[in-house]
């Protein structure tokens, strides 16, 4: 689910990598309960459910865009990706509630949400992990609504995760994109982006 009382905090954070936790008094705590899979919301802060740090200007204004972080499924949000991912990629199969569940529960990922006028117009993942040389952070499947393209909603939503990043303590925020999305390679150069003199290899595992 995408409304406004489950949507995160985009405050920052207290430790890299790692979700701040609200305490009370003892005599205020409920009873213990058992520890759930699924990813805890934390409180509405001062910016509610949407992103309100700075966006990279990209044509037209971005006020109206809003950017919120799913802490659950429901059926907007099914609804929204089954329209969004073939958008997206031709050859991804349709994702399932289940599928949707797995994203969002992950304590690795963020799946960010763009809403345009209300509707759901896109969407991002991000991946932070740690390695060894420290924390990493991966954009990964961003996707834009056809109709909805030129309104900053890419721009958005990439500013949205890069903040992100940096309140888990990550350095920089990695991504890849085909040389054949040509207007998604000028939006990650316009918002910050370089280029990398690197080699990407993939090792296919089969189906």
Do not use: C
């Amino acid at each position: 689910m995408i409304a406004p009382a489950a949507a995160r905090d985009l405050s920052p954070l207290t430790h890299p990598g790692r979700r701040r936790r609200a305490t009370a008094p003892a005599s205020a705590r409920p009873p213990a309960r058992r520890p759930s899979a699924r990813k805890a919301a934390a409180p509405a802060g001062p910016t509610g459910r949407h992103y309100a740090g700075p966006v990279p200007p990209t044509g037209p204004p971005t006020a109206d865009v809003a950017i919120s972080e799913a802490t659950g499924v429901d059926a907007e949000l099914v609804t929204a990706m089954a329209a969004l991912l073939p958008q997206l990629s031709s050859s991804a199969p349709p994702l399932t509630a289940d599928d949707l569940a797995a994203v969002v529960d992950d304590p690795a990922t963020s799946l960010f949400v763009a809403r345009l006028g209300g509707r759901v117009v896109g969407s991002l993942t991000l991946a932070v992990f740690h390695v060894p040389t420290g924390v990493r952070a991966w954009i990964e499947d961003v996707v834009v609504d056809e109709a909805a393209r030129g309104a900053g909603v890419g721009a958005a939503l990439s500013a949205a995760a890069i903040e992100r990043a940096r309140q888990a303590g990550a350095r920089t925020v990695d991504l890849t994109s085909r040389p054949s999305r040509e207007a998604a390679n000028r939006l990650y150069q316009r918002v910050g982006f370089a280029r990398r003199d690197t080699n990407v290899y993939r090792f296919d595992l089969g189906s």
